[in-house]
């Protein structure tokens, strides 16, 4: 995992200074492609992302955890309930359903130490769903706060990196995963 992430870091961030490095690390790692796949909200299996090009919230932030530590900065996880029925208005009429039954689940971003202030950088939604409404961070100067691609129902938990084993797990029950399911497929069908 550790050659992975080190050969996808000296690809994306030799040579730049540690702003152009943070933010080029943002950006590489917004563009992966969302699609929720359980298996990877594992900080064992997280890094499997690359792999499928496909990742979402969680995978997403550990990956970008792991490359800022590895840059020298410092991070916390940060994490927000939400619900999924929140964006019913996009979903079309059998995503609307499903998302009515799905119980509260938990999005993750982090939380970045820049300037001697914690920055919330949110790496969740590639651009091309910003079509349907979804708020993608298209520019990030690297220093300001970025967009939450969620409207928390809830307080917003901190964690060290080291604690990432105590966030909340997403709920894989039958429902769940044809949620999920329906969900990846009608994003694939939006990005053509």
């Excluded at 040579?15 to 699609?35: E, Q, V």
């Excluded at 999924?84 to 499903?98: A, K, M, N, V």
């Excluded at 689940?105 to 590639?126: G, P």
């Amino acid at each position: 995992m550790t050659d992975i992430i080190d050969h996808k870091l000296h690809e994306w961030v030799n040579g730049r200074s540690t702003r152009d490095a943070r933010t080029t690390i943002f950006y590489k790692i917004r563009d992966i492609p969302y699609a929720v796949i359980p298996e990877l909200n594992n900080p064992e299996r997280y890094i499997d992302m690359l792999k499928l090009n496909r990742g979402s919230c969680t995978p997403k932030h550990l990956l970008l955890c792991n490359m800022y530590q590895r840059i020298g900065l410092e991070v916390l996880y940060a994490v927000y309930p939400f619900r999924w029925d929140e964006f019913e208005t996009l979903y079309p009429p059998e995503l609307r359903t499903l998302a009515k039954a799905m119980p509260i689940s938990y999005h993750l971003a982090c939380k970045v130490n820049i300037d001697e202030r914690l920055v919330l950088v949110d790496a969740t939604i590639d651009p091309a769903l910003q079509k349907i409404g979804l708020p993608v961070n298209k520019e990030w100067d690297g220093i300001s706060d970025t967009l939450l691609a969620i409207n928390p129902c809830g307080e917003e938990q901190l964690y060290y990196p080291s604690e990432a084993s105590l966030m909340q797990p997403q709920v894989t029950d039958e429902k769940s995963l044809a949620f999920y399911n329906g969900i990846n497929s009608w994003m694939e069908k939006l990005r053509g």
